[in-house]
Each structure stands twice: as structure tokens, then as C-alpha cells.
């Protein structure tokens, strides 16, 4: 018996040059969401900061750099990867929130889409190669693997590029110090597919969105700055109940998964993991284990959030790019038959995994 699998021959990743470390905010004026102004010093702020979150420094954009650059970028690095013909792609697939931000600017740029954008870069002429975004918070990139791997096992498609990439710097609120999670970048992969004796690649998946009350956890508010009234509205989030809903949900959602997959939690090797907190990502993966009343076992989770940030749908593709060909990774390895799984949290509220094997 031969299985249909989407397999991943090809992955990408662009980290910006910019390095921004947390001593930069160090003299920023901080406000609440109460509009008043935050009385700590600008260094026990930025040291309470990487105590809860992780994060030493992030990567920013240059200037001149647009969303969809960055994710021409990591494609261009993915196919490079893959060695295949960008003309025989089917599909490409774009997970993004805000479109290209224009430094200096806050209008969203999506016309035309991010994909179609990157399409024209990669210089693809074959008109089947159907190039198209999707939105759907930090979980995008982890949604177009999901969408790859149906439009692949349905026969409609054979080979897809999904891209996750985001210019946050650009859409954030200086004066609130939740500003400083977030980071930009890009990171790409290509999924093909291929039938073998075994069941490989992408095995099973899960994905859920919470409305009824959790739609507005991340949103676009005014700056927490009240001196500030230009009418511009900036990314907000409420932490603590992404962190409440994440606790709960994503563990959950990897369950599922694996279950679905058929694979025992033994033969996890990695788990690759939203990187939006480094205490909420350890908590995570502590309660995937617990519902499993298994300790967490060494190594299980790299992480990248200390050097990158959160890059929003970057930060999956672009933490498997680095950890496979090892980049700022060498403790972790991946080896043929490894079980993964992959998994994210974000606006809408939405929680999506799959499990893969190498």
C-alpha cells in the first residue's frame, strides 16, 4: 500500500541585521492601559520584562524593507533549499496581519497581496501557480501548512510554498511596554508530494478559533500614551488572558493531534512552539506532559524568543529552518523518522498544531 504525504523538501528564514537589545528602551516613557505613566525606572522595567518573557534582544527591519521583501527572501532561501524549479509550484500560500507597513507610515499596503508580491519577485510566470494570503494571527504559517498539506492529499496540488512573515515593529505603540516582544522577520517552506511505503510529513492536524468571548484578546487600540490623540491605533493585547486561554487550549490542541496521528507521546522528539513568552511556552509544554503524566523530557523545545522575539508568523518557520541546519541551535538535532509537532496561539482566538514526522 503506498500513502499520498506532504513532505517539507526545502525551508527559509530571514532574521533582520537590525538588533535591538532591551537596554534601547531603557529611557522610554512606559504607560498603562490606564493612561498613566508607569513610575518604575526604565531598568527594572526592561529587567522584569526578560524575567517573565525571556527576551534579551529582537531583530528590526531596515528601513527600506517591506513585509513581502522579507518573505521574497525567505522563499528565495526555501526553494534555494528545495533545489526545484519554482515554476512547477502550485500554490503560494502567505501568512501575515498587517500587509506591507511603509516605515514612517501606518497604512496598511495589501493590493496586491503579499503572495501575489512575492510571486512577481520570484520572477514565477506559470499562471497555475496560484499565489494567495491568508490572515489568521500568530497561528497563520502553522493554518498554510494545514491548507498545503489538504489541497496535497485531496490530489489538487503537488507542491506548495507556505510563507509566514511580519513587520511588527512598525504597527506598535512605543509608549506600552508590550512593545518590546515584539520583532520582524520571514520564514518559508515547501511542501511536496511524494507516496512512500510509510506515512511521513505532515500525519495529522487540529485546529480550533474561540469567538464568543476571547475575539478581542489582541486588538488595534489607541496608544497608552494620553498625550498622544492622532486617531492612529496601534497592536494591543491583553496578557493575561492569552496567557489563561493559551494554558489551557494549546496543550489541548496538541493532544488532539497526536492522537489523531496515532504516534505516542514517547516518540516526540521536538516540539516547536509559538514563540510569544518563554514562561508561557514552558508552561505549555509542562501541561502537554502532564496530560500525559510524563515528565517534560531535556531538549524536548527549542527556543529562539531570547535572540528573536516574537515575530508573530514567523516564528515557527523560522525557528525549524534554523534548528535543521543548524543555526544558534546545535544542541538540538533532527534525524529521519523523528516525531514533531508544531503548534501556535493567536489572534481570533485561534490554536492550531500538526504533527509531522521527519
Known amino acids: 500500500m503506498k500513502y499520498l504525504n506532504s513532505v517539507i523538501i526545502g525551508t527559509g528564514s530571514y532574521v533582520p541585521s537590525n538588533v535591538i537589545e532591551n537596554k534601547a528602551f531603557e529611557n522610554t516613557d512606559f504607560y498603562g492601559a490606564d493612561h498613566k505613566k508607569l513610575e518604575e525606572k526604565g531598568e527594572e522595567i526592561t529587567r522584569k520584562f526578560q524575567e517573565i518573557t525571556g527576551i534579551k534582544e529582537r531583530c528590526y527591519a531596515d528601513d527600506g524593507i517591506t513585509t513581502s521583501d522579507m518573505a521574497t527572501k525567505a522563499a528565495e532561501a526555501a526553494l534555494a533549499d528545495s533545489g526545484i524549479d519554482p515554476e512547477t509550484l502550485d500554490q503560494i500560500i502567505m501568512a501575515h496581519n498587517f500587509g506591507n507597513v511603509v516605515k514612517g507610515t501606518f497604512q496598511t499596503d495589501i493590493l496586491p497581496g503579499l503572495a501575489a508580491r512575492v510571486k512577481h519577485n520570484l520572477k514565477i510566470k506559470n499562471p497555475n501557480c496560484v499565489a494567495y494570503d491568508i490572515l489568521f494571527g500568530c497561528p497563520g504559517w502553522i493554518q498554510g501548512m494545514i491548507q498545503a498539506d489538504t489541497y496535497i492529499k485531496a490530489g ?22 508590550d512593545t518590546m516582544i515584539f520583532a520582524d522577520g520571514a520564514g518559508a517552506s515547501v511542501l511536496e ?34 498625550n498622544i490623540s492622532d486617531g492612529i491605533k496601534y497592536l494591543k493585547m491583553d496578557g493575561k488572558k492569552i496567557y489563561e486561554y493559551a ?37 505549555m509544554i509542562k501541561r502537554l506532559y502532564r496530560l500525559y503524566k510524563q515528565p517534560v523530557p531535556e531538549n524536548v523545545m527549542p527556543m529562539s524568543i531570547h535572540k528573536l522575539g516574537n515575530s508573530s508568523v514567523a516564528t515557527v518557520p523560522t525557528l525549524f529552518d534554523r534548528v535543521r541546519k543548524g543555526i544558534d541551535h546545535l544542541e538540538h538535532t533532527l534525524s529521519e523518522g523523528d516525531i514533531l509537532i508544531f503548534a501556535s496561539v493567536g489572534a481570533g482566538m485561534h490554536v492550531n498544531s500538526f504533527i509531522y514526522r521527519y
Open 156 to 177: 489538487t496540488a503537488k507542491r506548495v510554498l507556505v510563507i509566514g512573515a511580519e513587520m511588527l515593529s512598525r504597527v506598535v505603540d512605543p509608549h506600552d511596554r
Open 193 to 226: 508530494a511524494q507516496e512512500s511505503d510509510i506515512k511521513k510529513g505532515i500525519l495529522s492536524h487540529t485546529v480550533r478559533t474561540d469567538t464568543y468571548e476571547e475575539a478581542y484578546y489582541l486588538f488595534f487600540g489607541e496608544s497608552n500614551n494620553p
Open 247 to 283: 494554558l489551557t487550549n494549546v496543550p489541548a490542541a496538541m493532544k488532539v493531534a497526536l492522537e489523531k496521528s496515532g504516534e505516542p507521546i514517547e516518540n516526540v522528539k521536538k516540539v516547536f512552539i509559538h514563540q510569544a513568552n518563554e514562561k508561557m511556552d514552558d508552561a
